[in-house]
């Protein structure tokens, strides 16, 4: 079956425009997560979505950054105002309900900031 | 102090080989723990789940210490394929709540 999907797969946008990333889960996963990975860098939390709430939004870097996930399904990340520090690679992962730790990421979507 | 502890390495290890890894996490109510594999810029992907008495997997071995909050991975006979970054996760919860995840190992097998 499809994996996880996002899109678009390598951004590059100027100093201060927004940027709106999307991830499509796994049909029928219930959580989904959003995460950045800078260059040789481990694995940043973002953000926490089960069904469409966020229980836990802990690991937005700042309020630039905001998530959204309508029909429990797809979710976009947008970042408003980027900055050079925001350039990463941001992972998107679903989880099937009930388990435990075996998340499924996408390929992510590579952003530079020039 | 972090969360989950990793040693970045990098290890370079001749083909055939075994290798360990170890990892600590801080939060004692930890539930449950991974390991990832990462290959150059792709994406983790789970290799394998550590269970309190010692898990298995072909020649990978995953170990967990609750007391002294550490886990293990043995790989054997190390093969070239294994060459990748491996990444320690804990999970806090029961259920989908958030994973934590070290900043990975990097291993590299020497034919």
């Known amino acids: 079956g499809a994996g996880v999907s996002q899109s678009p797969s390598n951004k590059v946008t100027e100093k201060g425009k927004d940027v709106e990333l999307r991830c499509d889960p796994i049909s029928g996963h219930t959580a989904l997560y959003w995460y950045r990975q800078s260059l040789g860098q481990g694995l940043e939390f973002l953000i926490y979505f089960q069904g469409n709430s966020a229980p836990d939004k802990s690991g937005l870097p700042s309020d630039r950054f905001s998530a959204e996930r309508t029909g429990g399904s797809v979710s976009t990340l947008t970042i408003q105002r980027t900055q050079q520090e925001d350039s990463a690679v941001y992972l998107c992962?679903?989880?099937?309900?009930?388990?435990?730790?075996?998340?499924?990421f996408g390929p992510g979507t590579r952003l530079t900031v020039l | 102090r972090k969360e989950v502890e990793q040693d970045p390495g990098p290890f370079n290890v001749p083909e055939g080989a075994t290798v360990a890894f170890n990892c600590t996490y801080s939060n004692s109510a930890s539930q449950s723990f991974f390991w990832y594999r990462q290959d150059c810029r792709k994406e983790p992907k789970l290799l394998m789940s550590v269970y309190s008495s010692g898990n298995e997997d072909g020649r990978f071995t995953a170990q967990l210490n609750r007391a002294s909050q550490y886990i293990s991975l043995l790989i054997r006979d190390s093969k070239l394929s294994d060459s990748a970054t491996y990444l320690c996760v804990v999970n806090r919860g029961f259920g989908n709540e958030k994973l934590t995840f070290g900043t990975g190992t990097r291993l590299t097998i020497i034919p």
């Open positions: 992962a679903s989880i099937r309900q009930g388990t435990q730790g075996e998340q499924f």
